[in-house]
């Protein structure tokens, strides 16, 4: 990727190229403590992504990531002083929830349990038995 696609587009998987353009970012003023700077300056930085409208991803995509994250991701980023930093953090952030959303799990494949641990539930169970056998009273005659 060149140093114009990086300023334009963020890569979230191999074959996926997300286009900055198609975040949205809003500003606002963070919350918190902070005094004069933190009350006068927009540093918060939320970065919305619309997964329906977007054209990096393909339907299949677009389906799984609605499914696993919703049809509208989001961001939101006010750890750093400056709006610069907040909105490369914002984008990250966004990023990294698509790429999780993007994510195929890997289907299990299921195997029959071994000879041993069945012997090994069974002594476990036959202990634990023997237990509380010793626990029972002796009946009254």
Do not use: C, W, Y
């Not at 919305?48 to 961001?75: E, H, Y």
Request: aromatic residues 0%; glycine residues 4%; without cysteine.
């Amino acid at each position: 990727m060149s140093a114009q696609d990086e300023r334009t587009h963020r890569r979230v998987t191999r074959s996926v190229l997300l286009p900055l353009s198609e975040v949205e970012l809003r500003v606002s003023r963070s919350s918190g403590p902070g005094g004069q700077h933190a009350n006068t300056s927009e540093t918060r930085v939320e970065a919305l992504f619309d997964v329906d409208a977007s054209t990096a991803l393909t339907d299949a995509q677009k389906r799984r990531v609605v499914a696993k994250a919703g049809p509208v991701l989001r961001a939101v980023s006010q750890d750093e002083r400056s709006q610069l930093r907040n909105r490369e953090l914002a984008i990250d952030r966004l990023v990294a929830r698509l790429a999780s959303a993007l994510r195929v799990e890997r289907r299990r494949v299921p195997t029959k349990p071994t000879k041993a641990s069945k012997e090994q539930r069974l002594e476990s169970k036959r202990r634990r038995s023997a237990t509380k056998q010793l626990r029972r009273g002796v009946p009254d005659e």
